[in-house]
């Protein structure tokens, strides 16, 4: 009796080795078979013993195996392979992946701008911010039609909005349309007459 029931932990243990392994060993699918096929040859030999330890290795494998798989995927990304694959270490931020265009641009700039719910938003809609129209979706619930939004996020071009009742700001300035102080006299800049530091 204690034969096929070694035989049944170590096919276990064996299965277990394997599902890590196969996070760290490109095998095309081979190595995730022989697990699979190692833990059913588990359970089968547990069977063969008796009833009630074929349902003990079932329950074994159904809390071990997404034990050891949710540990492995967590650390996973902090091996050398992981880190490779993803381009990236654990904790990095993700890069942005939107084009570095005039419109991507204007999206980054939005979180905190205030503006007005065009439509019910249930939770996706349209909103009008700074007198562009926009696809947004509502993240704190439904938002009525003409009722005051501001921007919390933007993530993956896509507008994330919150009912709030802040005022709208005034558009900053661009740089194209305030004056160079080079084109302004001196009168106009405030500067007082400059004496000479050499007289």
Same mark, same amino acid.
């Given at each position: 009796?204690?034969?096929?029931?070694?035989?049944?932990?170590?096919?276990?243990?064996i299965?277990?080795?394997?599902?890590v392994?196969?996070?760290?060993?490109?095998?095309?699918g081979?190595?995730?078979i022989?697990?699979?096929?190692?833990?059913l040859?588990?359970?089968?030999?547990?069977?063969?013993?008796?009833l009630?330890w074929?349902?003990?290795?079932?329950?074994? @494998?159904a809390?071990?195996?997404?034990?050891?798989?949710? $540990?492995?995927?967590?650390?996973?990304?902090?091996?050398?392979?992981?880190?490779? $694959?993803?381009?990236?270490?654990? *904790?990095?931020?993700?890069?942005d992946?939107?084009?570095?265009?005039?419109?991507?641009?204007k999206?980054?700039?939005?979180p905190?701008?205030?503006?007005?719910?065009?439509n019910d938003?249930?939770p996706?809609?349209?909103?009008?911010?700074?007198?562009?129209?926009?696809d947004?979706v509502? $993240? *704190?619930?439904v938002i009525?039609? *003409?009722?005051?939004?501001?921007?919390?996020?933007?993530?993956?071009?896509? @507008?994330?909005?919150?009912?709030t009742?802040?005022?709208?700001?005034?558009?900053?300035?661009?740089?194209d349309q305030?004056?160079?102080?080079?084109?302004?006299?001196?009168?106009?800049?405030?500067?007082?007459?400059?004496?000479?530091?050499?007289?």
């Amino acid at each position: 009796m204690e034969g096929p029931l070694f035989w049944s932990f170590v096919l276990l243990a064996i299965g277990l080795l394997l599902l890590v392994v196969e996070f760290f060993v490109p095998s095309g699918g081979l190595l995730a078979i022989a697990c699979a096929l190692s833990l059913l040859a588990s359970i089968v030999i547990g069977f063969l013993v008796s009833l009630t330890w074929g349902m003990i290795m079932m329950l074994l @494998v159904a809390v071990i195996v997404p034990i050891a798989l949710a $540990i492995t995927i967590r650390w996973w990304p902090h091996t050398s392979m992981g880190r490779s $694959i993803m381009n990236r270490h654990p *904790g990095d931020v993700p890069p942005d992946v939107l084009p570095d265009d005039e419109h991507h641009r204007k999206l980054r700039s939005l979180p905190g701008r205030v503006g007005e719910a065009i439509n019910d938003m249930l939770p996706n809609g349209f909103v009008r911010i700074d007198g562009e129209k926009l696809d947004a979706v509502s $993240i *704190g619930g439904v938002i009525d039609a *003409g009722q005051r939004i501001e921007v919390v996020r933007v993530e993956a071009g896509k @507008v994330h909005v919150r009912a709030t009742s802040r005022r709208p700001e005034p558009l900053p300035e661009s740089n194209d349309q305030m004056e160079s102080p080079l084109e302004q006299s001196i009168e106009d800049l405030g500067i007082e007459g400059l004496d000479d530091p050499l007289a």
